[in-house]
């Protein structure tokens, strides 16, 4: 099955928000320890585009007025910033309570190794916490290696914890 996404715009950015702020008192998904606003996440927000580091958006069934919540999200950003890594980006996935388990975030991972090559990206990676099974299982499952650790680089409510690094070249076979 596939998912359907599109560009995010500005509007989306307080959805986008809270789909992000609502993940931060488990501990396990951002490195944030407290709400951002939309206005703090606007550069953040324009450092993406359609052509290059796009922004997508999920929406849900549509509710009463016609509106259609936002469940997900998914963005490409620049890995380190410096000219030789332009070929290289990091994806971060963010879903709804209410969407999590379904293979949505399986459907994400997989339209962006479909589209990076088309944004000039051969090798996408991901930031996960060691403690985030899911976040990692579902990496590993569409192919993605461990390529490094950083022991107890994070201190959540005074636990040190473990980022690691998955990577995939963009066009390897899954494993």
């Not at 309570?97 to 944004?119: I, K, M, N, S, Y």
């Amino acid at each position: 099955m596939q998912v359907s996404y599109r560009d995010a715009t500005l509007d989306d950015l307080p959805e986008i928000v809270a789909i992000y702020n609502s993940t931060i008192p488990s501990r396990e998904v951002t490195a944030d320890l407290t709400p951002v606003t939309v206005e703090s996440r606007l550069p953040w927000f324009e450092a993406h585009g359609p052509g290059k580091r796009p922004l997508w958006v999920v929406e849900g069934q549509a509710q009463a007025g016609g509106a259609k919540p936002l469940v997900a999200w998914l963005s490409f950003s620049d890995f380190y910033g410096r000219p030789a890594y332009a070929r290289t980006a990091e994806i971060s996935i963010y879903l709804d309570r209410g969407v999590r388990g379904q293979g949505l975030g399986t459907r994400l991972v997989a339209a962006a190794l479909e589209a990076a090559p088309g944004l000039g990206i051969d090798t996408l990676l991901g930031f996960i916490f060691g403690h985030n099974a899911a976040s990692l299982a579902l990496f590993r499952r569409c192919g993605f290696h461990d390529w490094g650790l950083l022991p107890r680089v994070a201190v959540l409510d005074g636990v040190e914890r473990d980022l690691v690094i998955l990577g995939r070249r963009v066009g390897a076979p899954a494993a």
